[in-house]
């Protein structure tokens, strides 16, 4: 991955622990909202994600490739694997049990992947130092160990559940989070 200064852990980051409570190796993590573009069920052409995490730290997640998400006739829209990358690191920095959200996200394209296709996907955290999380990930296409079609680096920034209130929709979240206070 050619990842930019800003999406590098600096000296002395940490790598993170799997938390008391994170979901069980090889148990399915739920959609954090339905209407979520990357794992929501009930978008009707979003990425519909569908994902593990093998050890509490890590994830791993499927995504194939369909009609509405092309870019040139029968090819992803490189934006759509953008967002692939997004979601599963998304999916990811989630297990930490505290909210974070996209300040930068970096991706290499290593070659087209046609409608039909099944990506495997892969994040995992590379440091934490404060607020900043730094991750990976990785889409093979048709198996796990499939050749690397898309690879992504990010920078995740931690927030308050008072960010999504304050510029989302607070009661759909609450509609779905019982676990948080988006009003503190
Ligand atoms: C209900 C649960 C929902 C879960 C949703 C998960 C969805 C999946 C992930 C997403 O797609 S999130 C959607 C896309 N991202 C956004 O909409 C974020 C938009 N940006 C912001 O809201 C703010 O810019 C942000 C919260 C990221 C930061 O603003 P803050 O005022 O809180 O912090 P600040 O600007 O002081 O930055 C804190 C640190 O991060 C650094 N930073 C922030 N944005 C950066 C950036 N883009 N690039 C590099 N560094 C960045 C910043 O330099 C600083 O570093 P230092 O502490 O070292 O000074």
Redesign the pocket.
Known sequence: MTRSA?TTPPPGATLPEPLPGAPAPGSPLGS??SRCFGCGDRHPTGLHLSAVTPDGVTVTAEFTVGEAHQGAPGLAHGGVLAAAM??VI?MSVWLFQR?Y????LETDYLAPVPVGTTLHLRAWCTGMS???AYLEAEGRAGAPDGPVAVRAAA?F?E?GME??AEHGDAQA?LAE?HEYEVNP
């Open positions: 800003i954090h909202y997004d979601e998304g909210p959200v996209t300040g930068r404060g607020r900043k920078l920034i927030v960010h999504f979240i989070h």
